[in-house]
């Protein structure tokens, strides 16, 4: 299925202008391959408190975390090259140490994961994951799962799919 996958993305990226791979690439818009439209979506902010309140001093209340969060900005990860500079994350520059800490994670995690990044569907919207710069050090705050499947598909189609994130800076 991967190789498929890196196969068409491969395809559509060699046939596209450099115009039409902005626009491809732009997180507002949809990544769009032959088959399987991508759309990444900021984070639910209550959906990730949780995640935020093991960071009380950073975030004492929901109304701080949602201000921060109402600041902050969606990234390409790979373009930052934050890759193996992240903390709390499986997510690096080795392919192969990705895929065995995805395939460490549990099954319901990687079902999930499974079930977002399912090509065969005509249409695919991934939840950004949350990356936090707090004194010059990045943070992976949610979406760890996520952020290393998209690091997977980006090293397996040979850099074409993008690694997003939603930053905040505190």
Do not use: C
């Not at 390409?76 to 090259?81: A, P, T, Y």
């Not at 990356?131 to 598909?153: C, D, F, P, S, V």
Request: aromatic share 10%; proline share 4%.
């Amino acid at each position: 299925m991967i190789s498929i996958l890196s196969t068409y993305i491969r395809m559509l990226v060699e046939s596209t202008t450099k115009d039409q791979e902005d626009e491809i690439h732009d997180p507002k818009k949809s990544y769009d391959k032959k088959f399987t439209k991508v759309t990444f979506k900021k984070p639910d902010i209550y959906m990730e408190w949780e995640e935020a309140e093991r960071y009380p001093g950073l975030f004492p209340t929901i109304k701080v975390w949602k201000k921060i969060m109402s600041k902050g900005k969606t990234i390409d990860v790979e373009e930052m090259e934050l890759a193996g500079l992240l903390n709390n994350t499986d997510y690096n520059n080795s392919l192969s140490s990705m895929k065995t800490s995805f395939e460490k994670m549990s099954k319901d995690r990687i079902d999930r994961a499974e079930e977002m990044f399912d090509f065969s569907k005509e249409s695919i919207e991934v939840e950004l994951p949350i990356i936090m710069k707090h004194k010059g050090e990045y943070e992976l705050i949610a979406g760890n799962t996520r952020l290393t499947k998209m690091g997977i598909l980006h090293r397996e189609s040979e850099g074409s799919f993008p690694v997003k994130a939603y930053l905040i800076e505190v």
